[in-house]
């Protein structure tokens, strides 16, 4: 039997982020991953998943010490252009409105889990265990008891849900869950393009939804997130490359010229997910097994690594004021800060799924003159990209600047 201070499930991203946050606060964790461990080799980055960082998530990895590797293998992109198909309307941001080096990264979600398993390597207070399954979860009013199926047994004060979308803490804990389908499917891809993308991340917004091309580290490759009606994806992922990249040009006008496919397509099924309650006894859940929104604005993992360094936060002050640090009435307090935060996302995607996708006339016109409108007003323009670098809202202390 294994004694700890926190166990977390999940070796995502954010359950890897915390593991490396609470090890700096001197807490003994130990981080259970039913997959393996992310490769510890120098090889290049496939840029297979990507996600675009903004500055808040900048601040975090350059407070865990791994930003200067991940920047180099991203793509700080300078410029952001949004238009519609067939309409006048369109809105472009610039860093340098912003006052800014860049207005976010595009960066490889496995170099990422790469990066912080190689500092976790480092730290003594943290056990890993990839590749098992966990047979039983239970929580006792002084500790949580997990067992995995090698038979190891870990008690904990803490236990934390980071096991992403489908998560086993989280319907163990019988935590209800609020969803509705999107009835999107989102299609990723590398793509290589004649013309150089200039470090511009590009979103159309099309009838059936937003197709994405992301900048990546070669000025000619970007990476696509094309989101569509499930049907429509359907027949795009049934297409041969051929017909598939005619399709990428039609729906681009061909803005990057003529490109070329150059890894598999990947669909994935878009779901809005809440869960109604985020904590029970002393389990609490981050990121996507909490929450998990469109990708249309690229701010899921943003938001995911946000609430862990909340989540972090107060741990911390309760290990500071010598309290119990999987007191229920913190992980309430954590609760209450993070789901407003994650609400106003929901909110927010949801308010630009439907305006973007409404069909009649009028709705399209007040779309364009909106989009024009906001274009020429460079205060308003800075509010809704403030929120988007996130550089507003009520942030961690741990990356305010
Ligand atoms: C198409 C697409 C594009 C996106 N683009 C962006 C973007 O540009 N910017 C952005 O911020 N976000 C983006 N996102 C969202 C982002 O990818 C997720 O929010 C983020 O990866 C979630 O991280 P996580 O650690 O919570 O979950 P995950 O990355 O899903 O990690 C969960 C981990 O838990 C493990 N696990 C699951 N069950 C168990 C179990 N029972 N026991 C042990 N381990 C378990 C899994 O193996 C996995 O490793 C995008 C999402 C999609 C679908």
């Known amino acids: 039997m294994q004694n700890t201070d926190v166990t977390i499930v999940g070796g995502g991203s954010a359950g890897l982020t915390l593991a490396l946050l609470?090890?700096?606060?001197?807490?003994?964790v130990v981080l259970v991953e039913k997959g393996p461990a992310p490769s510890l080799t120098d090889a290049a980055?496939?840029?297979?998943?990507?996600s675009a960082l903004n500055m808040a998530s900048r601040s975090l990895f350059q407070q865990l010490g791994i930003w200067p590797q991940l920047l180099a293998g991203a793509a700080a992109y300078t410029d952001m252009q949004?238009?519609?198909?067939?309409?006048?309307?369109?809105?472009?941001?610039?860093?340098?409105?912003?006052?800014?080096?860049?207005?976010?990264?595009?960066?490889?979600?496995?170099?990422?889990?790469?990066?912080?398993?190689?500092?976790?390597?480092?730290?003594?207070?943290?056990?890993?265990?990839?590749?098992?399954?966990?047979?039983?979860?239970?929580?006792?009013?002084?500790?949580?008891?997990?067992?995995?199926d090698n038979s190891e047994l870990i008690l904990s004060?803490?236990?934390?849900?980071?096991?992403?979308?489908?998560?086993?803490?989280?319907?163990?804990?019988?935590?209800?869950?609020t969803h509705w389908d999107y009835q999107h499917t989102a299609i990723v891809a590398k793509?290589?393009?004649?013309?150089?993308?200039?470090?511009?991340?590009?979103?159309?917004?099309?009838?059936?939804?937003?197709?994405?091309l992301l900048p990546l580290p070669d000025s000619n490759l970007c990476s696509i997130v094309w989101s569509a009606e499930t049907n429509e994806a359907e027949r795009l992922m049934a297409l041969d490359d051929t017909a598939f990249v005619q399709?990428?040009?039609?729906?681009?006008?061909?803005v990057l010229g003529p490109v070329?496919?150059?890894?598999?397509?990947?669909?994935?099924?878009?779901?809005?997910?809440?869960?109604?309650?985020?904590?029970?006894?002393?389990?609490?859940?981050?990121?996507?097994a909490a929450h998990s929104i469109h990708p249309l604005a690229g701010q899921g993992m943003n938001l995911g690594l946000m609430d862990v360094a909340a989540l972090a936060q107060l741990i911390g002050a309760q290990q500071a004021a010598g309290e119990d640090i999987g007191a229920n009435p913190m992980l309430r307090r954590y609760e209450r800060w993070r789901k407003a935060e994650a609400q106003s996302m929901i909110v927010a995607m949801e308010a630009f799924k439907r305006g973007f996708t409404a069909k009649p006339p009028l709705a399209k016109l007040l779309r364009g003159l909106g989009l024009v409108a906001t274009d020429r007003l460079p205060w308003l323009k800075q509010q809704l990209m403030a929120h988007a670098l996130g550089l507003k809202g009520d942030l961690p202390e741990l990356v305010k600047n």
């Open 82 to 148: 949004v238009w519609e198909a067939d309409s006048f309307a369109k809105i472009g941001f610039t860093a340098a409105e912003q006052q800014l080096e860049a207005l976010g990264y595009i960066c490889d979600n496995e170099h990422i889990r790469q990066l912080l398993f190689s500092q976790l390597q480092q730290c003594s207070n943290v056990q890993c265990y990839f590749d098992v399954a966990i047979s039983q979860l239970k929580q006792g009013e002084r500790d949580v008891m997990l067992q995995l």
């Open 157 to 177: 004060q803490l236990l934390v849900g980071a096991d992403g979308v489908n998560s086993f803490v989280r319907q163990q804990m019988q935590l209800p869950l």
């Open 191 to 212: 793509i290589r393009c004649a013309e150089p993308h200039q470090l511009t991340a590009r979103q159309v917004f099309l009838p059936s939804g937003p197709l994405a």
């Open 247 to 254: 399709a990428l040009c039609a729906a681009t006008q061909a």
């Open 45 to 50: 980055p496939d840029y297979q998943r990507v």
């Open 260 to 288: 070329e496919l150059c890894s598999q397509r990947q669909a994935f099924g878009l779901t809005m997910r809440y869960a109604s309650r985020w904590q029970r006894g002393r389990v609490v859940l981050v990121a996507d």
């Open 22 to 28: 609470l090890a700096r606060q001197q807490l003994r």
